[in-house]
């Protein structure tokens, strides 16, 4: 009942799954969309579950005044203000002053200046990769050169550079890609054959 | 009318400091991990897990589980009970109940048995082979190197067989080939980053602007 059921509703919704793709009837279709849907809703209070564990934490840390408790105050009090300003327009809308503010003002702000935050890591990173000073390291970073300056003028240079840039793109780049794309559509279609015949159980956790 | 369009600009001015300075201490970042930062890092999780909280109360679960249950789809009541005993989790008793939901959701990966096959795999095989895909004047030869390249680099993750021999050296091929593609992909990561970057400091030049143009015209 514990483990057992689990793996047979696995594999039956999986079979389902498989077996709707090659045949074109209009009641599997129907079917096939509706689990698609309960799939999405399943997923959604599996994310409800995350911001309740999320809340918990940061409640825990603020009660036992555990180190650096100050901060989850702030976590709190930005979500909830958020989440009340949310559901204040009424039901369905998004449209309040507030929740739109925070996000154009407060959100997007520090979301955007902590993903350019990673240039300057990453630029620290393609050093390191330098000193290393293997034909591996220098081809990656030649490479990823040639990309970062083929839209910079720089006389001349501007066009050798820019036909070598395309040619990356075009012939190694497209080779690598192509090869990791195959190569994880069929660890892909593996791990589904492992899932679905009850021989990868991990998502089961332990009794 | 003079003192409304006033107040909107302070108001508008007070908002854009306060993204302004929430800027500058994510910025403040690249001296070394301070509470400044660790203020703007906390309150970016806290709002934005409000925002996805309403976005997904909204956007999902309103028209797919409320809606449909009020026009009467009663079916939809099966993923509101599976969703619900998720929550069994936070039972030390009842929490293999939740394994149930788990496993439907896993199980319907299942769809991509065939559609990783088809897009994944059979598309791109197609699309390599086609030599006239190529880039330039060159285009067949470019074209059988990106078969090379595809296969090597297939090879290079292969590891049931040693790397050793031929079959090792048209490995050591295909990592030359994957690390080409992984440059072009960091110059491309770089160039997004900085334009990010340059368009945090534009922000903040615009920020100035309007401070001047408030507190000075």
Not at chain 1, 122 to 136: P, V
Not at chain 2, 7 to 21: E, F, K, M, N, P
């Given at each position: 009942m514990k483990r057992r059921v689990p793996l047979i509703i696995v594999f039956c919704v999986s079979l389902f799954m498989v077996i709707q793709y090659f045949v074109p009837l209009d009641s599997l279709e129907r079917v096939y969309r509706s689990f698609l849907d309960y799939t999405?809703?399943?997923?959604?209070?599996?994310?409800?579950?995350?911001?309740?564990?999320?809340?918990?934490?940061?409640?825990?840390?603020?009660?036992?005044?555990?180190?650096?408790?100050?901060?989850?105050?702030?976590?709190?009090?930005?979500?909830?203000?958020?989440?009340?300003?949310?559901f204040l327009s009424g039901w369905g809308r998004t449209d309040n002053y507030l929740y739109q503010h925070l996000f154009s003002y407060v959100l997007v702000p520090i979301q955007a200046t902590m993903f350019s935050l990673l240039?300057?890591?990453?630029?620290?990173?393609?050093?390191?990769?330098?000193?290393?000073?293997?034909?591996?390291?220098?081809?990656?970073?030649?490479?990823?050169l040639v990309i970062m300056i083929r839209f910079v003028p720089l006389g001349f240079l501007s066009e050798p550079i820019s036909d070598l840039a395309g040619w990356i793109l075009r012939v190694p780049n497209m080779a690598a890609k192509r090869a990791i794309i195959i190569g994880v559509g069929l660890g892909a279609v593996a791990t589904a054959f492992k899932i679905m015949l009850g021989i990868e159980r991990a998502y089961l956790g332990r009794d | 009318?003079?003192?409304?369009?006033?107040?909107?600009?302070?108001?508008?001015?007070?908002?854009?400091?306060?993204?302004?300075?929430l800027t500058v201490a994510t910025f403040s970042f690249l001296y070394r991990d301070n509470p400044i930062y660790k203020v703007a890092e906390h309150l970016v999780v806290g709002v934005g897990a409000g925002y996805f909280l309403v976005l997904l109360v909204y956007t999902t679960l309103k028209p797919k589980l409320f809606d449909a249950l009020a026009e009467g789809h009663l079916w939809y009541i099966i993923p509101?009970?599976?969703?619900?005993?998720?929550?069994?989790?936070?039972?030390?008793?009842?929490?293999?109940?939740?394994?149930?939901?788990?496993?439907?959701?896993?199980?319907?990966?299942?769809?991509?048995?065939?559609?990783?096959?088809?897009?994944?795999?059979n598309r791109q095989v197609s699309s390599t082979l086609d030599l006239g895909?190529?880039?330039?004047?060159?285009?067949?030869?470019?074209?059988?190197?990106?078969?090379?390249?595809?296969?090597?680099?297939?090879?290079?993750?292969?590891?049931?067989?040693?790397?050793?021999?031929?079959?090792?050296?048209?490995?050591?091929?295909?990592?030359?080939?994957?690390?080409?593609?992984?440059?072009?992909?960091?110059?491309?990561?770089?160039?997004?980053?900085?334009?990010?970057?340059?368009?945090?400091?534009?922000?903040l030049e615009d920020w100035g602007a309007m401070l001047i143009a408030y507190f000075f015209s």
């Open positions: 999405i809703i399943i997923g959604v209070f599996a994310l409800l579950l995350g911001i309740w564990s999320l809340c918990r934490v940061n409640y825990d840390k603020i009660k036992r005044k555990s180190e650096n408790w100050q901060y989850a105050i702030i976590t709190l009090t930005g979500f909830f203000i958020m989440t009340i300003a949310g240039a300057f890591f990453i630029a620290s990173a393609a050093f390191r990769a330098f000193r290393a000073r293997s034909l591996l390291a220098t081809l990656l970073l030649i490479s990823g | 009318m003079h003192e409304t369009i006033q107040d909107s600009a302070t108001v508008t001015l007070l908002w854009t400091t306060l993204g302004a300075l509101g009970v599976l969703g619900v005993l998720m929550w069994l989790r936070f039972s030390r008793k009842l929490s293999w109940i939740s394994r149930y939901s788990i496993a439907f959701y896993i199980g319907t990966s299942g769809v991509s048995i065939p559609l990783y096959m088809y897009n994944n795999v895909m190529g880039f330039g004047s060159l285009t067949e030869v470019w074209g059988i190197l990106i078969v090379l390249g595809t296969l090597a680099g297939l090879v290079y993750f292969f590891f049931s067989k040693a790397h050793k021999g031929a079959f090792g050296g048209f490995a050591k091929f295909g990592i030359l080939v994957l690390m080409i593609g992984f440059g072009a992909s960091f110059g491309y990561t770089v160039m997004a980053r900085i334009s990010l970057f340059v368009q945090r400091i534009a922000e």
